[in-house]
């Protein structure tokens, strides 16, 4: 697009990271090129679309709640997972069950920068 582009604001990218892409590529690619025709300057800023769930009002936002508290709890301990003091235990879950409600939820570890 003959745009050059130096800087994508980590809050784009947690966005990024966060939509779940039911397009898949295609999606992600009309999604940047709307972004480079909307930014100005050197700095690209993306906004992926908001997915309408079919569930009720109620629902999003228990899963809200949910995803909230685990992400607290996670955060408490570290992101340690299992074992003793950990996240599973905290919660009274199993881990495997624990993992399984991350990945229902979309929580994942954040990256540290340290470790790049």
Do not use: C, F
């Amino acid at each position: 697009m003959g745009k050059e582009i130096e800087n994508i604001p980590k809050k784009s990218m947690d966005a990024l990271k966060a939509y779940s892409w039911p397009g898949n590529v295609r999606e992600l690619k009309n999604v940047t090129e709307h972004a480079m025709i909307l930014s100005k300057g050197k700095t690209l800023v993306i906004q992926p679309p908001v997915l309408e769930s079919p569930e009720t009002p109620a629902t999003r936002n228990l899963e809200d709640t949910e995803r909230r508290h685990i992400l607290s709890v996670l955060e408490m301990t570290a992101w340690r997972v299992g074992g003793p003091g950990g996240a599973a235990k905290v919660l009274g879950l199993k881990r495997s069950t624990l993992y399984s409600k991350m990945k229902k939820l979309g929580i994942q570890r954040p990256t540290s920068p340290l470790l790049k």
